[in-house]
T-cell receptor, first 116, second 109 residues
């Protein structure tokens, strides 16, 4: 059973371009979480999705950022018109269940986005 | 913001036990205590979790006080590969993990 797969591992974008980050959860997992880690800072929650639904996007910036988790295929975090401040490591996690007692989350190795 | 407080750093000698404290004085009755760690910019790794009882697995032991206001993660025989930032977390009802600053553990030879 492969772990959480994120790609690309490294992504370089020029200011104003779009960045698409993909996350394939572990087999059988229908819950996906995205986190962002700015350089030298901690992990910050961005969004929680289930298949075809956004459950909690309280950590998402109001503009330029969007996320989806379609019925088929990976979850996508999309950043439009990137700026230098978007440079960070973006981590995806998946879990099989929801709820406090079943939230062992498995993390991918992250996508390192660099905006030049 | 994270509801837990941890010391910012601690050192541990290789082969010795590392005891990592965590305060969660506002924890509610149905909130679990979870521990994760992040090794040098890798993806965070689940370690252990518990509700009331002490727990042990192949990685660590978790000791939760009777009033549940604090807990201790124990790495029984620390190795150099255990150098990491360790996070103590109480997930919300959706399973959302709010990471605080954690404890930077450095294991020295």
């Amino acid at each position: 059973n492969a772990g959480v797969m994120q790609n690309p591992r490294h992504l370089v974008r020029r200011r104003g371009q779009e960045a698409r980050l993909r996350c394939s959860p572990m087999k059988g997992h229908s819950h996906v979480y995205w986190y962002r880690q700015l350089p030298e800072e901690g992990l910050k929650f961005m969004v929680y999705l289930q298949k075809e639904n956004i459950i909690d996007e309280s950590g998402m910036p109001k503009e330029r950022f969007s996320a989806e988790f379609p019925k088929e295929g990976p979850s996508i975090l999309r950043i439009q018109q990137v700026v230098r401040g978007d440079s960070a490591a973006y981590f995806c996690a998946s879990s099989p269940n929801r709820g406090r007692g079943n939230t062992e989350a498995f993390f991918g190795q992250g996508t390192r986005l660099t905006v030049v | 913001d994270a509801k837990t407080t941890q010391p910012p750093s601690m050192d541990c000698a290789e082969g010795r036990a590392a005891n990592l404290p965590c305060n969660h004085s506002t924890i509610s009755g149905n909130e679990y205590v979870y521990w994760y760690r992040q090794i040098h910019s890798q993806g965070p790794q689940y370690i252990i979790h518990g509700l009331k009882n002490n727990e042990t697995n192949e990685m660590a032991s978790l000791i939760i006080t009777e009033d549940r206001k604090s807990s201790t993660l124990i790495l029984p025989h620390a190795t150099l590969r255990d150098t990491a930032v360790y996070y103590c977390i109480n997930p919300d009802s959706w399973g959302k993990l709010q990471f605080g600053a954690g404890t930077q553990v450095v294991v020295t030879p």
